[in-house]
């Protein structure tokens, strides 16, 4: 069983950047993908990035595209999301969990407590 632990979260500008940690345990953390998601005030979940367990491949949602980048440390177990030119809208607790690996856009579970982002203009 993979348990997570997200960190890094803040306040922070628009424009401003933000660099997100989520610390694994768990055998499975060393061989599947892992994605983020978050869920903004009033809003349903959503996906933002994803990535294969080398590090080779990475998906992102439009919304974060060219402003995010989703890297591993498998050595570490850990996976990062730097979030740059930050807005507003990207306001939302921030979750990482696997993902499916027929399915990078979908979440496998389990989920950690999230970590807090604000975004003010």
Same mark, same amino acid.
């Given at each position: 069983?993979?348990?997570?632990?997200? $960190? /890094? !979260?803040?306040?922070?500008? *628009?424009?401003?950047?933000l660099r997100l940690s989520c610390a694994a345990?768990?055998? @499975?953390?060393?061989?599947?993908?892992?994605?983020?998601?978050?869920?903004?005030?009033?809003?349903?979940?959503?996906?933002?990035?994803?990535?294969?367990? $080398? /590090? !080779?491949?990475?998906?992102? *949602?439009?919304?974060?595209?060219?402003?995010?980048?989703?890297?591993?440390?498998? @050595?570490?177990?850990?996976?990062?999301?730097?979030?740059?030119?930050?807005?507003?809208?990207?306001?939302?607790?921030?979750?990482?969990?696997?993902?499916?690996?027929?399915?990078?856009?979908?979440?496998?579970?389990?989920w950690g407590q999230g970590t807090q982002v604000t975004?003010?203009?």
């Open positions: 069983q993979v348990q997570l632990v997200e $960190s /890094g !979260g803040g306040s922070v500008q *628009a424009g401003g950047s345990s768990g055998r @499975a953390f060393s061989t599947g993908p892992m994605g983020w998601f978050r869920q903004g005030p009033g809003k349903e979940r959503e996906f933002v990035a994803s990535i294969n367990w $080398s /590090g !080779g491949r990475a998906y992102y *949602a439009d919304s974060v595209k060219g402003r995010f980048t989703i890297s591993r440390d498998n @050595a570490k177990n850990t996976v990062y999301l730097q979030m740059n030119s930050l807005k507003p809208e990207d306001t939302a607790v921030y979750y990482c969990t696997a993902v499916l690996p027929q399915n990078y856009y979908s979440p496998s579970g389990p975004v003010s203009s």
